[in-house]
C-alpha cells in the first residue's frame, strides 16, 4: 500500500478552428451560452476542490516525516524497519523505497534522546527474508487433477501451487537504487532539539524547503516529551550536477534508499508513528523485531489489530554470516508484526514494545500439493488396475467352481441346474 499520495493534474483541450474554406457554425442563442457558461462554473469549482484535496504532497509515513517542495510530489511506498533492544539501548534500521517527481526531500525522525546516524546493509533485509521464510511442505492427493495425466500433459503436479498459509508478505528482490553511497555517506544530517521549536524550520529552510504546518502540529508532542529530531537531507546521485550533462533532466527520488540506522538511549522499545496521522491513504507497517523473547506493540493506536507473522527463537549457528548476525549479536528471538492503518488520522500515538507472556512460536508454512505415486506411478492408477484385477480374478474364480461342481454333479447322476 502506498504510503502517500500523488499529484494530480487536470487537462483541457482548445476547441477546434474550423477548416478553411468551410462556413463557420451559427452561434448558440444567448440561453445556451448562459447554460454553458453555468455548466462550465460548476465543472471548474469541482475540479479546484478536487484538486486543492489532492494538490499538496503527502508527507507523513510511519518513520517519519517526508518534506519536499510543494511543486513536487514524494511517496514513500514500502518501508520495512528492524528494531532492537537491549534494556538500554535501541536500534531502528529502516529500508525506505520512495517514488514520485522530486529531486530531492528532507526526512524528518524523531528520537527519545540523541541518535547515532549510520548507514546498514542491505544484506540485512535479504537474511531477515530467508530467516522468516515459510517452510515447504508436501501434500498429496489422491485424485489427478488438472494438470496430472490423463487430465493434462503431465508436466505440473496438481495446480502447482502451494497456498502459503499463514505466510507474511513478501517483500520480493528491491528495486533498483538510484540513491548513491556517495551522496548518503556520509549524511547530510542533522541533529535538534525539539525543545528549539526553530531549529527544525531553520534548518529547513537552510535546505531549501518550508515546514508544513500539518507537520509542525504532529511534532507538537516530541517537543512536550523533550524528543530530539533526526533531520537528513535526501537527493538522488547527480542532483547537484555531480557530472550531469548539460542541459540533462534532473534526477528525481526514486528506489530503494540504503537503509538508515538509528541508535538511541531508550527506557523501553519504542517506534515512532504519530506523524503517519496526517497521511491521507491507507498505511501499513512490517517490523522485524530482535529480542529476548517475542515482542508485540502494546496496543493497535488507532489502527487494525498488529499481527503476529512470524515468532521464533533464532541461535547463532541459524544465523548466516553477516550483519544478521552483527545485528543480533548473539541467540535472539525475531518476531515480524504487520499491522495495517485504514484511517490515518485515527493513529494516536507511537508503538511501544513489550515482551508477551509466553513465546509462542509462529512459523508460517506453504504447502506444495503433489500427487500421491508409489514407486513413480500414480497410486490411483495402481489402485484402480489393482481393483480390476481382483474383480476380474475372482469372477474367474466364481465361473471356475460353477463348472467345478457341475461336473461333480453329472459323474454322481445329479442333474443341477
Same mark, same amino acid.
Given at each position: ?8 493534474g ?7 478552428r474550423?477548416r478553411?474554406?468551410?462556413a463557420a ?6 440561453r445556451?451560452?448562459?447554460? /454553458? ?7 471548474? *469549482?469541482l ?11 503527502a ?31 535501541e536500534?531502528?534500521?529502516?529500508s525506505l523505497?520512495v ?13 527519545? +534522546? ?5 548507514l546498514?546493509?542491505r ?13 515447504? !511442505?508436501? !501434500?498429496?492427493?489422491?485424485?489427478? /487433477?488438472d494438470g496430472?495425466?490423463? !487430465?493434462g ?7 502447482g501451487?502451494?497456498?502459503g498459509a ?5 517483500d520480493?528482490?528491491p ?16 541533529? *535538534?532539539?525539539a ?12 535546505n531549501?524547503?518550508a ?18 529530531y ?8 547527480g542532483a ?17 534508499? +540504503?537503509?538508515?540506522?538509528?541508535t ?9 508513528? /504519530?506523524?503517519s ?16 523473547g ?13 499481527e ?8 547463532? +549457528? ?9 545485528l543480533?549479536?548473539?541467540d ?11 484511517e ?16 509462542t ?11 500421491l505415486?508409489?514407486a ?7 489402485t484402480v488396475l489393482?481393483?480390476?484385477l ?10 471356475? !467352481?460353477v463348472r467345478?461342481h457341475r ?5 454322481l ?5
Amino acid at each position: 500500500m502506498a504510503k502517500t499520495g500523488f499529484l494530480a493534474g487536470v487537462a483541457t483541450k482548445r476547441p477546434r478552428r474550423p477548416r478553411a474554406g468551410t462556413a463557420a457554425p451559427s452561434g448558440p442563442s444567448p440561453r445556451e451560452m448562459s447554460i /454553458r457558461r453555468n455548466a462550465a462554473t460548476t465543472v471548474l *469549482l469541482l475540479l479546484l476542490a478536487q484538486f486543492a484535496a489532492v494538490a499538496w504532497p503527502a508527507y507523513a509515513c510511519g518513520c517519519g516525516g517526508m518534506v519536499t517542495d510543494p511543486d513536487d510530489t514524494i511517496a514513500v511506498e514500502r518501508e520495512t524497519s528492524v528494531v532492537t533492544w537491549d534494556g538500554a539501548t535501541e536500534r531502528i534500521v529502516m529500508s525506505l523505497t520512495v517514488g514520485g517527481d522530486a529531486t530531492e526531500a528532507a526526512w524528518i525522525m524523531p528520537v527519545p +534522546d540523541r541518535a547515532e546516524v549510520a548507514l546498514a546493509e542491505r544484506e540485512l533485509f535479504d537474511d531477515l527474508r530467508a530467516a522468516t521464510a515459510p517452510e515447504r !511442505r508436501t !501434500r498429496h492427493y489422491f485424485w489427478p /487433477r488438472d494438470g496430472d495425466w490423463p !487430465r493434462g500433459d503431465g508436466d505440473g503436479a496438481g495446480d502447482g501451487a502451494g497456498d502459503g498459509a499463514g505466510a507474511p508478505p513478501m517483500d520480493g528482490a528491491p528495486p533498483v537504487d538510484i540513491i548513491s553511497r556517495d551522496r548518503l555517506g556520509p549524511f547530510d544530517v542533522a541533529r *535538534l532539539a525539539a525543545t528549539d521549536p526553530g531549529a527544525l524550520d531553520s534548518w529547513l529552510g537552510d535546505n531549501g524547503f518550508a515546514l508544513p504546518e500539518d507537520l509542525a502540529a504532529g511534532l507538537a508532542p516530541y517537543v512536550e516529551q523533550g524528543w530530539e529530531y533526526v533531520a537528513i537531507r535526501l537527493a538522488p546521485a547527480g542532483a547537484e550536477g555531480d557530472g550531469d550533462a548539460e542541459g540533462a533532466e534532473p534526477a528525481v527520488l526514486g528506489g530503494t534508499l +540504503d537503509p538508515i540506522s538509528l541508535t538511541f538511549a531508550a527506557d523501553e522499545p519504542v517506534y515512532p508513528m /504519530r506523524l503517519s496521522a496526517n497521511a491521507d491513504t491507507e498505511q501499513s507497517l512490517t517490523l522485524y523485531v530482535l529480542g529476548p523473547g517475542r515482542m508485540e506493540p502494546v496496543d493497535a493506536i488507532g489502527g487494525s489489530p498488529p499481527e503476529v507473522t512470524f515468532a521464533a527463537r533464532l541461535p547463532v +549457528d541459524e544465523q548466516p554470516e553477516g550483519p544478521l548476525r552483527d545485528l543480533a549479536a548473539g541467540d535472539t528471538f525475531l518476531t515480524v508484526v504487520e499491522q495495517s492503518f485504514p484511517e490515518p488520522s485515527a493513529i494516536n500515538g507511537d508503538h511501544t514494545l513489550s515482551r508477551s507472556a509466553q513465546d509462542t512460536e509462529v512459523r508460517p508454512v506453504a504447502y506444495e500439493d503433489e500427487l500421491l505415486t508409489w514407486a513413480g506411478v500414480p497410486a490411483w492408477l495402481v489402485t484402480v488396475l489393482g481393483a480390476a484385477l481382483l474383480l476380474g480374478a475372482g469372477g474367474g474364480f466364481g465361473v471356475h !467352481r460353477v463348472r467345478r461342481h457341475r461336473r461333480a454333479a453329472r459323474l454322481l447322476g445329479v442333474h443341477r441346474p
